[in-house]
């Protein structure tokens, strides 16, 4: 077992306390949340008081039981290249949906998975929609192998070793899926029928430079499979064209 030899215990503990809150669909007791966390009740007490006095949970006075508080999600709303990232992207995002008659997102990296950061509704009566903040994994995803494609390599080695779809690849296998993602480093555009959602033909082009500080891919999602080759060019078109934009507007 790997340890951490800059952990922090009191760090750790304040973490648990808050990623298993936060996954959970009911408030908790102390007893409870211990059980959940394989600690004891005394050894968390401090903890829970802790982060109850600066806002981080909130306890029912009837129950006692604890609660998650807004104060994580007011935090996230202000961490900057996310906001940035949005208000650059949604406005050509939305001219591209209307201008394709086709939904597109727009996605990064998160903790080794792949998430959604903005959608651009389709304004057709039937369309795809991805709701925002909605992680996928990286390596089963278009827009994922493009993020995965243009990381740099350490990046890319962390993500591939905890993706149970990689590991779990032959060794002739994982030399194709590399390959497949040096490929798509050289291309301007990578296309693709999902292999999460059947029936979905995705467009996906990179928003930044290579290896660079903010990277994000555009996608754009259709649910016909038999798109010809002219109505294909056309999409790849507009989405280079978005992205460019946006890629400009972030300065990136």
Do not use: W
């Amino acid at each position: 077992m790997q340890t951490n030899k800059y952990a922090v215990p009191a760090v750790d503990k304040c973490l648990d306390v808050l990623e298993y809150l936060a996954m959970q669909p009911l408030p908790k007791t102390q007893a409870e949340i211990a059980l959940g966390l394989n600690r004891s009740a005394n050894e968390i007490y401090r903890v829970l008081v802790g982060l109850e006095m600066r806002g981080y949970l909130s306890r029912e006075q009837d129950s006692g039981r604890y609660r998650v508080s807004l104060k994580l999600y007011n935090l996230s709303r202000s961490i900057s290249p996310i906001d940035q990232m949005r208000q650059s992207a949604l406005p050509h995002m939305e001219d591209l949906a209307v201008k394709l008659g086709l939904s597109c997102q727009l996605f990064m990296l998160y903790q080794s998975q792949t998430m959604v950061i903005v959608q651009a509704n389709s304004p057709s009566p039937v369309s795809l929609h991805v709701t925002e903040g909605t992680l996928f994994p990286t390596v089963e995803l278009s827009a994922g192998r493009v993020l995965l494609a243009n990381s740099n390599a350490e990046v890319r080695t962390m993500i591939l070793q905890r993706s149970k779809t990689y590991v779990s690849k032959t060794a002739l296998e994982k030399k194709a899926f590399n390959g497949l993602l040096e490929g798509i480093k050289q291309q301007d555009c990578y296309a693709a029928n999902s292999e999460l959602t059947p029936g979905v033909f995705d467009m996906s082009a990179l928003i930044g430079e290579p290896e660079g500080k903010v990277v994000a891919a555009l996608t754009v999602s259709s649910l016909n499979l038999e798109l010809n080759s002219d109505v294909k060019a056309s999409i790849k078109e507009s989405l280079l064209l978005c992205a460019e934009k946006i890629k400009r507007q972030l300065g990136c």
